[in-house]
């Protein structure tokens, strides 16, 4: 690993998109992100690669995709109302079975809504990035280390599955300036991958990258063989962190930004004599539901919060199943929960969980 540096969170993303052998970046600029493409526009051109500041957003997921198809390590970032713009090309990169890195940072919304910090993108991005019948993997960091290391293994797992890949963080942790770690790993070579559209020399078949499949029966069967890839990812690469769970009668959920709030809530209700827990999802699709499931045979309630009017909270009550109660707490519109607010609940839940 290198030295520490202090960095502020989207630089340090960007500069991890390059070490990890980014070579390819085309974005266009909206609030709370844009220091990732201004970063991109002073290195890139320096170090053998490419920046674009395309004319929109449409542009800039579509030249993704070209440069993806050409068997290049590319990738894009955003902002919430962007990320809806690029959401055809999104479900046009999934259906191509084309890996890449769309990178979300969160604002308020919907609509323009406003620049503060917000995870108010969950359903789109866990339920529906792109129309049809499709996923991609969603990591949540909660430290500019996290958002380093995940760059890495976003791009690592969307070539190894040829699945789009997005590191869904928000304005707080973009804006965020902390010590990291860079992986003293090499950029690894520009990959030529069989089926890359990228020149044949006459060596080998044309590849064509495509997702007009018009016959229905070869579109299901096509369909299908890439939710079992989906399945293979869920049993392989669901993460998630337990902090002070082993003996937590109340497991507060939370990921992201919200999660070092909570965690320093859960400290609080500690040290205030009630077992609290903190169950903190690094992959949001795959949802950790096992280990959500897992802590409901022993929890008395679980508290999910967010900087939403509830999303997550879904997820939580389907691993939970009814086994116990699920108490969601949060604010929206770019409102920031406290510590105190979130501890106000953990005693609530507890003065109620056996009701």
Request: glycine content about 8%; some cysteine.
């Given at each position: 690993?290198?030295?520490?540096?202090?960095?502020?969170?989207?630089?340090?993303?960007?500069?991890?998109?390059?070490?990890?052998?980014?070579?390819?970046f085309?974005?266009?600029?909206?609030?709370?992100?844009?220091?990732?493409?201004?970063?991109?526009?002073?290195?890139?051109?320096?170090?053998?690669?490419?920046?674009?500041?395309?004319?929109?957003?449409?542009?800039?997921?579509?030249?993704?995709?070209?440069?993806a198809?050409?068997?290049?390590?590319?990738?894009?970032?955003s902002?919430?109302?962007?990320i809806?713009?690029?959401?055809?090309?999104?479900?046009y990169?999934?259906?191509?079975?084309?890996?890449c890195?769309?990178?979300?940072?969160?604002?308020g919304?919907?609509?323009?809504?406003?620049?503060?910090?917000?995870?108010?993108?969950?359903?789109?991005?866990?339920?529906?990035?792109?129309?049809?019948?499709?996923?991609?993997?969603?990591?949540?960091?909660?430290?500019?280390?996290?958002?380093?290391?995940?760059?890495?293994?976003?791009?690592?797992?969307?070539?190894?599955?040829?699945?789009?890949?997005?590191?869904l963080?928000?304005?707080?942790?973009?804006?965020?300036?902390?010590?990291?770690?860079f992986?003293?790993?090499?950029?690894?070579?520009?990959?030529?991958?069989s089926?890359a559209?990228?020149?044949?020399r006459?060596?080998?078949?044309?590849?064509?990258?495509?997702?007009?499949i018009?016959q229905p029966?070869?579109?299901?069967?096509?369909?299908?063989?890439?939710?079992?890839?989906?399945?293979?990812?869920?049993?392989?690469h669901?993460?998630?962190?337990?902090?002070?769970?082993?003996?937590?009668?109340?497991?507060?959920?939370a990921?992201?930004?919200?999660?070092?709030?909570?965690?320093?809530a859960?400290?609080?209700?500690?040290?205030?004599?009630?077992?609290?827990?903190?169950?903190?999802?690094?992959?949001?699709?795959?949802?950790?539901?096992?280990?959500?499931?897992?802590?409901?045979?022993?929890?008395?309630?679980?508290?999910?919060?967010?900087?939403?009017?509830?999303?997550?909270?879904d997820?939580?009550?389907?691993?939970?199943?009814?086994?116990?109660?699920?108490?969601?707490?949060?604010?929206?519109?770019?409102?920031?929960?406290?510590?105190?607010?979130?501890?106000?609940?953990?005693?609530?839940?507890?003065?109620?969980?056996?009701?």
């Open positions: 690993m290198t030295e520490k540096v202090l960095m502020k969170g989207n630089e340090a993303m960007a500069e991890a998109a390059i070490r990890a052998g980014c070579r390819h085309f974005g266009y600029p909206i609030t709370p992100q844009t220091e990732i493409a201004a970063y991109m526009a002073k290195q890139m051109p320096g170090r053998g690669g490419t920046y674009l500041q395309a004319e929109s957003e449409v542009a800039a997921i579509n030249m993704v995709y070209g440069a198809a050409a068997g290049a390590r590319a990738m894009t970032s902002s919430s109302p962007g809806s713009l690029k959401s055809e090309g999104i479900s990169l999934a259906a191509s079975d084309l890996p890195l769309i990178v979300n940072v969160q604002r919304s919907p609509g323009l809504g406003g620049i503060q910090p917000s995870q108010a993108d969950y359903w789109q991005a866990t339920r529906a990035p792109g129309h049809g019948d499709l996923h991609i993997l969603v990591f949540a960091p909660s430290t500019v280390q996290e958002m380093v290391d995940m760059v890495y293994e976003a791009f690592d797992l969307a070539d190894a599955y040829r699945i789009p890949a997005m590191i963080a928000d304005g707080l942790l973009g804006q965020m300036m902390e010590p990291v770690r992986p003293d790993t090499a950029a690894p070579a520009p990959d030529k991958f089926w559209a990228c020149g044949h006459g060596e080998r078949p044309h590849n064509i990258v495509n997702s007009l018009l029966e070869d579109l299901e069967a096509l369909v299908r063989r890439r939710f079992d890839r989906y399945e293979a990812i869920r049993q392989k669901t993460r998630c962190e337990c902090y002070r769970t082993d003996d937590a009668e109340f497991v507060v959920v990921f992201g930004a919200t999660a070092r709030i909570a965690r320093s859960v400290d609080q209700a500690r040290t205030a004599g009630l077992r609290a827990g903190l169950l903190r999802p690094q992959t949001l699709w795959p949802f950790p539901s096992d280990a959500v499931q897992a802590l409901s045979q022993t929890a008395r309630a679980f508290l999910c919060v967010e900087m939403s009017m509830g999303q997550m909270v997820d939580v009550r389907l691993a939970v199943a009814g086994a116990k109660p699920v108490r969601f707490f949060g604010h929206t519109g770019g409102v920031i929960p406290t510590p105190a607010e979130v501890l106000h609940e953990i005693e609530t839940l507890a003065g109620g969980a056996s009701v």
